[in-house]
């Protein structure tokens, strides 16, 4: 499957990007995260403490468990600082 | 119940009279609006990134918990992004309930989840350089305060 996945944040600036589409068969946020890990340092620099790390699928909140089965969009991001 | 995402400043006044004309049969109004805060001295602007359409629909939800949660008659969620100058205002809540204790419950909620669970980031860029808020423990402590609370209140 293709998904565009989205960073925000710290996110976006260590992987060097906001968006890109990305083909996959990973089954989980885990799988895909181990994925963008091993294709070069920003992304490993990004990923490195995964505890700082939330992420949406399909614009829902969810967890490194959430399975990613007919998402489209998945989207990585630091804890939330509104207000 | 009304959610405004923008980058243009917004007129606090103006946003409290047309709310408070729209209220019919509530006897309490409550208003919170946030400042960007310069601590320092030192900061230049304040940066705000958000998840367009995420955000939104977090907003919604929020105010939608919040309105069902507290019987509140009407809600009011407005969240700048973009560059912000000291002293600006980032965001307002407005909340109208019959009686005040529901109005200031139903704006701290939303203010809660609002801080936590929407897709906003802060960047504070000063002379010295540039660095992310970090998310405080005490906002995942009273959030964890909500979801504590006993089930449906009577009301």
Same mark, same amino acid.
């Given at each position: 499957?293709?998904?565009?996945?989205?960073?925000?944040?710290?996110?976006?600036?260590?992987?060097?990007?906001?968006?890109?589409?990305y083909?996959?068969?990973?089954?989980?946020?885990?799988?895909?995260?181990?994925?963008?890990?091993?294709?070069?340092?920003?992304?490993?620099?990004?990923?490195?403490?995964?505890?700082?790390?939330c992420?949406?699928?399909?614009?829902?909140?969810?967890?490194?468990?959430?399975?990613?089965?007919?998402?489209?969009?998945?989207?990585?991001?630091?804890?939330?600082?509104g207000? | 119940?009304?959610?405004?995402?923008?980058?243009?400043?917004?007129?606090v006044?103006?946003?409290?009279?047309?709310?408070?004309?729209a209220?019919? @049969?509530?006897?309490?109004?409550?208003?919170?609006?946030?400042?960007? @805060?310069?601590?320092?001295?030192?900061?230049e602007?304040?940066?705000?990134?958000?998840y367009?359409?995420?955000?939104?629909?977090?907003?919604?939800?929020?105010?939608?918990?919040a309105?069902?949660?507290?019987?509140?008659?009407?809600?009011?969620?407005?969240h700048?992004?973009?560059?912000?100058?000291?002293?600006?205002?980032?965001?307002?809540?407005?909340?109208?309930?019959?009686?005040?204790?529901?109005?200031?419950?139903g704006?701290?909620?939303?203010?809660?989840?609002?801080?936590?669970?929407?897709?906003?980031?802060?960047?504070?860029?000063?002379?010295g350089g540039?660095?992310?808020?970090?998310?405080?423990?005490q906002?995942?402590?009273?959030?964890?305060a909500?979801?504590?609370?006993?089930?449906?209140?009577?009301r």
């Amino acid at each position: 499957m293709t998904l565009d996945i989205l960073y925000f944040a710290w996110v976006r600036e260590r992987v060097g990007l906001s968006q890109e589409a990305y083909q996959t068969s990973a089954a989980t946020v885990a799988d895909l995260i181990a994925e963008l890990v091993a294709r070069d340092a920003g992304y490993a620099a990004a990923f490195a403490d995964v505890s700082a790390i939330c992420v949406a699928v399909d614009q829902e909140l969810g967890d490194l468990t959430t399975p990613l089965a007919d998402c489209r969009e998945v989207a990585f991001f630091p804890p939330m600082t509104g207000g | 119940m009304s959610v405004r995402v923008q980058e243009a400043a917004f007129d606090v006044a103006a946003e409290m009279g047309a709310f408070q004309s729209a209220v019919s @049969r509530s006897g309490a109004v409550v208003s919170f609006t946030g400042l960007v @805060r310069d601590d320092t001295g030192t900061l230049e602007y304040m940066f705000i990134e958000h998840y367009p359409g995420m955000t939104e629909a977090a907003l919604q939800k929020f105010a939608d918990q919040a309105t069902e949660k507290f019987g509140l008659e009407k809600a009011l969620v407005i969240h700048r992004h973009g560059r912000l100058q000291p002293g600006e205002a980032i965001m307002m809540v407005a909340t109208a309930a019959g009686h005040r204790k529901d109005a200031f419950a139903g704006a701290d909620y939303l203010m809660d989840y609002l801080k936590s669970r929407a897709p906003f980031w802060k960047k504070e860029v000063s002379k010295g350089g540039a660095n992310w808020v970090a998310a405080k423990d005490q906002d995942e402590a009273a959030l964890a305060a909500w979801s504590l609370e006993s089930a449906p209140q009577e009301r």
